[in-house]
């Protein structure tokens, strides 16, 4: 045995559950994502170091009451932003309000009130063309209460006296006091390089220096499972030949079923870690109305494709996986001061995701007619199980749905409609039943 090698078979569904937390909590704090996650995680703290740091070239760090793993990763991934308690994604102002709060706990003491944050962001992001911060304004205000609340719900800020809620309502109303958890601060954020010192954002990806043979191998098989774990589902088509063959290898399941408990499933497309122990944040199918909607779409793609007596989908190739990410990399260099001269980076030439099979990988077109004469049959054939809201919303709930099955590398989104993944075959021939409502 590779990994857990002194941990016994009595303790191994809780270490492999303290993996799964660390997995999906990579901070993790007195109170954060619950009382009785920080004593799992320094119960195998020397194990989890060794293995973590060997199967996927994770960091982990243990100061005070917070437990930081810091990952590292080879490509950008923009599925997975930070969101508001409403649920509410991220945008750049949120992004950089946070960024500005961690800047402002890192110079303050053991405590700091609300105001005194909102005034020392303030003052920082007026340096910054384009942001800016005024209380008075309704827009930056909630952007900013978003930011300060993703702090404190992680437990890096702690409520002591006050009221956040009526600060948020009117700032001259009202004010809250705050700890201020420094440990946590400083391990929630500490990039690996001097960011004054980057030119792209690319510098602060993975980017393998070795030179010798069986150190480009175990880096590749790092990268394998790092796949596995932070991507729902993993195409040969999208990696390079090295990456699959580990992804293929026999080491591969066994490795990572030995550290998480969980099966990987393998078909002649690609890899798949199954979810049986509710450890990934998003699941599918899942519940609510977006989940729903999403899973019956994907049985009306998969039959259209596979339909005998309908027209045959058309075909088209594929986005390249490389320029979707040299797209995403330009755009997130884009908010760089312009006094940084940015350098042409090759980083998307290099991309270890980016495939190299040599062949064009040609997917079924569906157009986005189609989707919608879907969802009005779903909403149609399902009407209770939908609210009204999007029965008068119907292209919302297609956007939002399809959007869910793009995250899960079910569809491709291009111009006119979506292409068809392999994993959209999964749902082929699946029956829905609706559960009836009892009157009372």
């Known amino acids: 045995m590779r990994f857990a090698a002194d ?10 559950r303290a993996v799964r937390l660390l997995i999906r909590n990579p901070l993790i704090t007195a109170t954060w994502p619950d009382e009785k996650a920080l004593p ?22 243990l100061h005070g009451a917070t437990a930081r793993l ?3 990763t080879g490509r950008l991934e923009p599925d997975r932003p930070a969101v508001s308690r409403t649920g509410r994604p991220f945008d750049r102002h949120r992004y950089a309000y946070l960024s500005l709060c961690l800047a402002a706990l890192g110079r303050a003491g053991i405590q700091i009130t609300l105001s005194e944050l909102a005034e020392s962001v303030a003052a920082d992001a007026g340096r910054i063309t ?24 992680r437990g890096v800020l702690r409520l002591a006296d006050g009221s956040s809620a009526a600060w948020a309502s009117d700032p001259g109303a009202g004010e809250a006091l705050y700890d201020v958890a420094r440990d946590a601060v400083f391990a929630l954020f500490r990039p690996p390089r001097v960011l004054q010192h980057i030119d792209s954002v690319t510098a602060l990806l993975e980017r393998s220096m070795t030179s010798s043979g069986n150190a480009e191998r175990r880096a590749a098989a790092q990268a394998a499972r790092r796949a596995v774990l932070e991507q729902p589902v993993i195409y040969f088509d999208d990696v390079s030949a090295e990456l699959g063959n580990h992804l293929r290898g026999q080491a ?41 909607a999403a899973i ?49 980076d090759e980083a998307a030439d290099d991309d270890p995701g980016a495939g190299e099979t040599g062949t064009e990988q040609r997917l079924p077109f569906i157009t986005d007619s ?23 919303d119907p292209d919302r709930l297609r956007t939002e749905a399809i959007g869910l099955l793009v995250r899960f590398g079910a569809v491709i989104p291009v111009p006119g409609g979506v292409l068809a993944r392999p994993l959209i075959g999964r749902y082929r021939g699946t029956t829905a039943q609706v559960k009836q409502r009892t009157l009372f």
Request: charge should be negative; hydrophobic fraction near 45%; proline fraction near 5%.
């Open 7 to 16: 941990v016994s078979d009595l303790e191994l569904a809780d270490y492999q």
């Open 40 to 61: 799992r995680v320094r119960r195998f703290s020397a194990e989890l170091r060794r293995d973590l740091a060997e199967a996927f070239g994770y960091r982990l760090e």
């Open 70 to 72: 810091v990952r590292t």
């Open 130 to 153: 384009g942001l800016g911060l005024d209380p008075d304004v309704g827009a930056d205000r909630r952007a900013f209460v978003d930011a300060v609340a993703w702090l404190e719900e």
């Open 252 to 292: 591969l399941p066994a490795d990572l079923y030995r550290l998480t408990g969980l099966r990987l499933e393998r078909r002649a497309e690609g890899v798949l870690l199954v979810d049986t122990n509710g450890w990934s944040a998003e699941r599918f199918p899942g519940t609510g109305s977006v989940a729903q």
């Open 296 to 344: 019956l779409l994907a049985v009306a793609i998969a039959d259209r494709v596979a339909d005998p007596d309908g027209r045959k989908a058309r075909r088209m190739p594929a986005p390249d996986p490389r320029e979707q990410q040299a797209k995403l990399i330009g755009q997130i260099d884009a908010g760089l001061p312009s006094s940084i001269e940015l350098i042409e």
């Open 370 to 392: 189609f989707l919608r004469e879907a969802t009005a049959e779903i909403l149609q054939q399902f009407g209770t199980a939908f609210g009204a809201a999007w029965h008068t």
